[in-house]
């Protein structure tokens, strides 16, 4: 097999090769399809998220082929095409798992963060916290990788804000591009929120439904029940809760942000609500790909070759996509 290996945080990845690994208990072997780029990859790249190990071969958005199975799984079966999301294995038994909590696991494994990823052309995957994605359903995986990470921690993200019906996203990456079609399929107003002067990303967002996009020092022309957010900034927290209704909530998205700075009461008072998101439960899987087939969601994806990974993440950094990129081995 080949994998694209990040030795030490901040250095670029490098092309090796392995031999197969077998599964072992409870494993499943894929040859992986496609496996989508997150922003996430790029914090574990820079070394910002104290959970993960090194060496590592990054990536949680992975679609693939069962190859083959570990004693005792009986699902998945050798032939099915699977997704493999960020979350890859919990314990089970903490506070937070018996009480279905399993997404703040106290022990928990993550996808290309300690646990080997899919920017390689096969990967190890707990048969358990693998979600169906068959063929039939998902024929282009490239553009089903998205689903796994941008598309599900936006669905928990937008499960969070609540039933409001006008939303505003502030960052519109891989993650807003998928949840304003899930939003707009049912009913809701979605205000777009973009760096200042990226005429490019608001044109993209007035195509998928936006009703308003503009820069994210802009009000928009009516107040928000819910804001979400998905840039990494935390100079976008006292925005957003300045563009939320009295009770309204505003949730951010990411695994990682920079420093909140300092804001007034004022902007929190009136029952307004600042709230994270922490990783997903299998239930949250389910429930998104459910809703993103119901809306016939589209992932706007650019394809790029396993080798050009590095690539792939600069273009990310830099913010020269709109849609998602994705790995294709």
């Known amino acids: 097999m080949k994998a694209m290996v990040l030795s030490k945080p901040g250095?670029?990845?490098s092309l090796i090769e392995r031999l197969l690994p077998p599964p072992g208990a409870g494993e499943v072997l894929l040859r992986i399809a496609a496996c989508g780029v997150c922003r996430t990859d790029l914090h574990v790249v820079?070394?910002?998220l104290p959970q993960a190990r090194y060496p590592i071969v990054p990536g949680h958005e992975i679609v693939g082929t069962v190859?083959?199975?570990?004693?005792?799984v009986a699902s998945p079966r050798v032939g099915e095409q699977v997704g493999v999301p960020w979350l890859g294995e919990t314990c089970g038994a903490c506070f937070y798992c018996l009480r279905g909590q399993e997404n703040l696991c106290d022990r928990p494994?993550?996808?290309g963060c300690n646990r080997d990823g899919g920017y390689a052309t096969h990967v190890l995957a707990g048969a358990a916290f693998c979600l169906p994605m068959p063929k039939s359903l998902y024929p282009d995986a490239a553009e089903a990788a998205p689903l796994l990470c941008a598309g599900l921690i936006g669905g928990r993200a937008l499960s969070?804000?609540?039933?409001?019906e006008r939303i505003g996203l502030y960052g519109f990456g891989a993650a807003a591009h998928l949840l304003i079609q899930v939003a707009t399929s049912q009913g809701?107003?979605?205000?777009?929120?973009?760096?200042?002067?990226?005429e490019e990303a608001q044109a993209f967002a007035r195509s998928l439904g936006a009703a308003w996009a503009g820069a994210s020092t802009q009000r928009p022309?009516?107040?928000l029940d819910?804001?979400?957010?998905?840039?990494?900034?935390?100079e976008l927290v006292p925005l957003a809760l300045r563009a939320v209704r009295k009770g309204g909530s505003v949730v951010c998205g990411g695994i990682h942000m920079s420093d909140i700075p300092s804001f007034p009461y004022r902007l929190l008072w009136e029952e307004r609500r600042l709230l994270s998101v922490a990783n997903l439960t299998r239930q949250d899987g389910h429930a998104f790909l459910a809703a993103a087939a119901s809306a016939h969601v589209v992932s706007h994806v650019r394809r790029y070759a396993l080798e050009r990974a590095n690539e792939a993440l600069d273009d990310l950094r830099h913010g020269a996509l709109q849609g998602a990129a994705v790995l294709i081995p």
């Open 226 to 234: 819910a804001a979400i957010i998905f840039a990494t900034a935390g």
């Open 109 to 111: 494994v993550f996808t």
């Open 188 to 198: 809701r107003q979605v205000c777009a929120f973009t760096r200042e002067g990226d």
């Open 46 to 48: 820079d070394g910002e």
């Open 11 to 13: 250095q670029p990845l």
């Open 67 to 72: 190859e083959a199975v570990g004693e005792g």
């Open 160 to 164: 969070l804000a609540g039933d409001g």
């Open 221 to 223: 022309p009516f107040e």
